[in-house]
Nanobody, 123 residues
Framework: QVQLVESGGGLVQAGGSLRLSCAAS????????MGWLRQAPGKEREFVAGISWSGRSTSYADSVKGRFTISRDNAKNTVLLQMNSLKPEDTAVYYC????????????????WGQGTQVTVSS
């Protein structure tokens, strides 16, 4: 089992940057594929970015490709999401999640979730 805590959200102007962090506890962190997902008001939760247990494989939603970068440090039990060129449509609660499989773009496949961190992008 793994516990996840996100941080780094906030208010930023369009075109700005934020870096989200996810701190994980649990000895098996390095065996999980990790993902960042988000949920905007009135919308369903959606996949943003994912990374394999080793960190060698990453995937992104089309809407964030070229702007967001996911990374992980298994020695420090952390996952990061660097978000650049932010747009108002990126406004959402961002969640860090762990998948016991090989990773997925489907939110329901993730077994463990953090509490979320709010990102608000003003125009």
């Amino acid at each position: 089992q793994v516990q996840l805590v996100e941080s780094g959200g906030g208010l930023v102007q369009a075109g700005g940057s934020l870096r989200l962090s996810c701190a994980a506890s649990g000895r098996s962190f390095s065996t999980y594929a990790m993902g960042w997902l988000r949920q905007a008001p009135g919308k369903e939760r959606e996949f943003v970015a994912g990374i394999s247990w080793s960190g060698r494989s990453t995937s992104y939603a089309d809407s964030v490709k070229g702007r967001f970068t996911i990374s992980r440090d298994n020695a420090k039990n952390t996952v990061l999401l660097q978000m650049n060129s932010l747009k108002p449509e990126d406004t959402a609660v961002y969640y860090c999640a762990a998948d016991r499989g090989v990773g997925s773009t489907i939110p329901q496949r993730y077994a463990y979730w953090g509490q979320g961190t709010q990102v608000t992008v003003s125009s």
